[in-house]
């Protein structure tokens, strides 16, 4: 599948300070989806969208697709140390359901 | 929710011998299961899609030959890592998605493979 590109590699933040990750594609997206992969464990699903311009929101988690539907953006405010983990962004396009993930970004929260 | 487990978690194994890792999903049938590599601090290295009843799909670069799966009913996958070398420890892990269309993805906890 084609790459995304998501930045930042790694981010380190204080407890109670905010965090963005960014998911960015050359070419349009049918969807993106966004997981979380605690330390030791398995990637789990946390959202999907579809829409252009669509907003999500799980608590203190906001997930953004652009207009163009080519980057994706997903913001925690007021980071907490269960926060801590490695956040990728996955599509599939052109009608092909084989998954591709960005390289992932690790939040590391210092208490 | 979906669950998916996978067999065994950790296994250690001398070089040369083969070991077999188990996917099933226990609450939906999996028309398709991924099978991925992780190295440490590293994204998911997709390896092959597995289809029920059909010959996996691998990706460019995955020895099918190395990495033999299948998928013999709805709810189980396998990977056999033949011939084993310290080369191929790492974390494996299967995904199950319930049909055809892109739907969420079902992990699970992965494999540690450790070959000494």
């Known amino acids: 599948g084609q790459q995304v590109m998501q930045i930042p590699q790694y981010q380190h933040v204080q407890e109670g300070e905010d965090f963005t990750t960014y998911c960015n594609s050359s070419?349009?997206?049918?969807?993106i989806q966004w997981y979380k992969q605690r330390p030791g464990g398995h990637p789990v699903f946390l959202i999907q969208l579809v829409k252009s311009g669509e907003v999500k929101k799980q608590k203190r988690l906001t997930f953004q697709f652009g207009e163009a539907k080519k980057n994706s953006s997903l913001h925690i405010t007021a980071t907490q140390t269960t926060d801590v983990g490695t956040y990728f962004c996955a599509h599939a396009s052109g009608g092909s359901y084989i998954p591709t993930f960005g390289r992932g970004t690790s939040l590391i929260v210092h208490p | 929710g979906a669950v998916v487990s996978q067999h065994p978690s950790r296994v250690i194994c001398k070089s040369g011998t083969s070991v077999k890792i188990e996917c099933r999903s226990l609450?939906?049938?999996?028309?398709?299961m991924f099978w991925y590599r992780q190295f440490p601090k590293k994204s998911l290295m997709l390896m092959a899609t597995s289809n029920e009843g059909s010959k996996a799909t691998y990706e460019q670069g995955v020895e099918k030959d190395k990495f033999l799966i299948n998928h013999a009913s709805l709810t189980l996958s396998t990977l056999t890592v033949t011939s084993a070398h310290p080369e191929d420890s790492s974390f494996y892990i299967c995904s199950a998605t319930p049909g055809q269309a892109y739907n969420e993805q079902f992990f699970g906890p992965g494999t540690r493979l450790t070959v000494l």
């Open positions: 609450d939906f049938q999996a028309t398709t």
């Open positions: 070419t349009t997206l049918s969807n």
